[in-house]
């Protein structure tokens, strides 16, 4: 049976882009559909104007501390429009370079969406034309979304709205309390929004390690974001002139812009899945097997919308790990073990591996712990603190976990975790000599457990 394309791709992300334009440089004739923007999540509406705007709002402070250096700042307010121009521009930019990628590649691009007719055929839906493929990939990512509430849930953004505000609101809520609403309340904050959070647990950024969390929790406070735990929305309406909120904690207020940062889902919604005999999971999800295959053979799917590990690197992995295994005649699994990441709250959070508590569940731990005032902030009397800390096996030795809140912990997760992936052990931590002074040497300084469990 011939076919118009060995490989079609449903989703111009990341992982779909890197996928479509590898498999074309080794001959594959390859198709992609995209309904919205070339880059999807991660370029146009995440990761990359998501620490744009981290960047600008961590200035305010910068300069602060330059006053107390002995510099003369002169600096006014912030320009959110000319801010907003330029990021747009960046992302103009982006997704030019993903098209460039992709036509360099010889793969043949669909400005439209795209739903399965079968398991070989795909429906453009732009102009009702259909494609046929001996190999389907779903890479569709995910969305926002607003909670399923009594009240009107719809007068809230979600997180792709805020990249496209006329101007900064003067007052803020953001519902929710993950690495999402964590991230935008240090970022609007910074940019001299009075920013409150609600989140209905009993602290924010759940699945982290608790004392990472807590440290990171009480900065953004000390930083001036009223957070409130044990807090929900109880009902919402358009009132004296912005949105007024009633909380489960008993305050109303009165809010320019409201922010649900409650969860994503995968989009799989309307794909025409049920054509094709694919299965999905409770939470909307692709299920497929380490191969990223679905149950019906000629359809695979990667990242956000597997719900496995959604994070770029690992979809742009899972699409370099599909390639191979496809069209490369060589069988490859991805690891989705000891991962590392960062929130880019304020301050940043960098984590691999297991916390404190995963472990301690786990087996008998170590566990070396420092927090200090950095030598920076120290200098000028800041209250400013940051956290080192390293989860030890008993048995083994093993690091099993490194956990860093401090400026720049992204930077310094990114190596500890080479080390950590390739099972290092506390002593070997401690035989290598340290970087002073730095915030990092205590990583290899830390001689005694602070605790055991």
């Given at each position: 049976?011939?076919?118009?394309?060995?490989?079609?791709?449903i989703?111009?992300?990341?992982?779909?882009?890197?996928a479509?334009r590898?498999?074309?440089?080794?001959g594959?004739?390859v198709?992609?559909?995209?309904e919205?923007?070339?880059?999807?999540?991660?370029?146009?509406?995440?990761?990359?104007?998501?620490?744009?705007?981290?960047f600008?709002?961590?200035?305010?402070?910068t300069?602060?501390?330059?006053?107390?250096?002995?510099?003369?700042?002169h600096?006014?307010?912030?320009?959110?429009?000319k801010?907003?121009?330029?990021?747009?521009?960046?992302?103009?930019r982006?997704?030019?370079?993903?098209?460039?990628?992709?036509?360099?590649?010889?793969?043949e691009?669909?400005?439209?969406?795209?739903t399965?007719?079968?398991?070989?055929?795909?429906?453009?839906?732009?102009?009702?034309t259909?494609?046929?493929?001996k190999?389907?990939?779903?890479?569709?990512?995910?969305?926002?979304?607003?909670?399923d509430?009594?009240?009107?849930?719809s007068?809230?953004?979600?997180?792709?709205?805020?990249?496209?505000?006329?101007?900064?609101p003067?007052?803020?809520?953001?519902?929710?309390?993950?690495?999402?609403?964590?991230?935008?309340?240090?970022?609007?904050?910074?940019?001299?929004?009075?920013?409150t959070?609600?989140?209905?647990?009993?602290q924010?950024?759940r699945?982290?390690?608790?004392?990472?969390?807590?440290?990171?929790?009480?900065?953004?406070?000390?930083?001036?974001?009223?957070?409130?735990?044990?807090?929900?929305?109880?009902?919402m309406?358009?009132?004296?002139?912005?949105i007024?909120?009633?909380a489960?904690?008993?305050?109303?207020?009165v809010?320019d812009k409201?922010l649900f940062?409650?969860?994503?889902?995968?989009?799989?919604?309307?794909?025409?899945?049920?054509?094709?005999?694919?299965?999905l999971?409770?939470?909307g999800?692709?299920?497929?097997?380490?191969?990223?295959?679905?149950?019906?053979?000629?359809?695979?799917?990667?990242?956000?919308v597997?719900n496995?590990?959604?994070?770029?690197?690992v979809?742009?992995?899972?699409g370099?790990?599909?390639?191979?295994?496809?069209?490369?005649?060589?069988p490859?699994?991805?690891?989705?073990?000891?991962?590392?990441?960062?929130?880019?709250t304020?301050?940043?959070?960098?984590?691999?591996?297991l916390?404190?508590e995963?472990a301690?569940?786990?087996?008998?731990?170590?566990v070396?712990?420092?927090s200090?005032?950095p030598?920076?902030?120290?200098?000028?009397?800041?209250?400013a603190?940051v956290?080192?800390?390293?989860?030890v096996?008993?048995k083994t030795?093993?690091?099993l976990?490194?956990h860093?809140?401090?400026?720049?912990?992204g930077e310094?997760?990114?190596?500890?975790?080479?080390a950590?992936?390739m099972?290092?052990?506390?002593?070997q931590?401690?035989?290598?000599?340290?970087?002073h002074?730095?915030?990092?040497?205590?990583?290899?300084?830390m001689?005694?457990?602070?605790r055991?469990?």
């Open positions: 049976m011939s076919f118009d394309y060995d490989l079609f791709v989703g111009g992300g990341s992982g779909g882009v890197r479509a590898v498999a074309a440089a080794g594959a004739k198709g992609l559909a995209e919205s923007r070339l880059g999807g999540t991660c370029v146009i509406r995440g990761c990359v104007p998501k620490k744009l705007m981290v600008a709002s961590s200035y305010r402070e300069m602060n501390e330059a006053l107390d250096y002995g510099w003369t700042v600096a006014g307010n912030f320009d959110w429009t801010f907003a121009v330029r990021l747009n521009a960046e992302l103009d982006l997704e030019n370079v993903y098209q460039g990628l992709l036509s360099n590649s010889g793969v691009t669909f400005a439209s969406r795209a399965l007719v079968d398991a070989h055929t795909i429906k453009l839906e732009a102009d009702g259909t494609k046929s493929a190999h389907i990939l779903i890479a569709t990512g995910g969305r926002p979304v607003r909670p509430a009594q009240y009107d849930a007068l809230g953004m979600v997180s792709d709205d805020i990249f496209n505000l006329p101007e900064l003067r007052k803020m809520l953001i519902v929710g309390g993950g690495y999402i609403a964590c991230e935008f309340a240090g970022v609007m904050n910074g940019l001299g929004v009075d920013v959070q609600f989140y209905r647990g009993a924010i950024l699945g982290f390690d608790d004392e990472a969390r807590g440290l990171v929790a009480d900065q953004m406070c000390a930083n001036g974001v009223d957070i409130h735990c044990g807090t929900d929305v109880l009902d309406q358009e009132r004296d002139g912005g007024w909120v009633k489960s904690n008993g305050s109303e207020g809010f409201v940062a409650t969860g994503r889902t995968p989009n799989t919604d309307g794909l025409g899945l049920e054509n094709t005999g694919v299965q999971g409770r939470r999800e692709i299920i497929v097997d380490d191969y990223s295959q679905t149950g019906q053979p000629s359809i695979y799917a990667i990242g956000d597997t496995r590990v959604n994070l770029t690197p979809a742009i992995r899972e370099m790990a599909f390639v191979e295994t496809v069209f490369n005649g060589n490859t699994k991805v690891d989705h073990e000891l991962i590392p990441s960062a929130v880019f304020q301050p940043e959070m960098g984590t691999i591996g916390s404190e995963e301690r569940d786990q087996e008998p731990i170590h070396y712990a420092t200090f005032k030598m920076q902030q120290s200098f000028i009397g800041r209250e603190r956290m080192m800390k390293l989860v096996s008993q030795d093993v690091v976990g490194c860093i809140v401090a400026p720049a912990a310094m997760i990114q190596l500890a975790g080479v950590i992936k099972g290092a052990t506390k002593a931590f401690d035989q290598v000599c340290a970087v002074p730095t915030m990092s040497e205590e990583l290899v300084t001689k005694t457990p602070t055991s469990a």
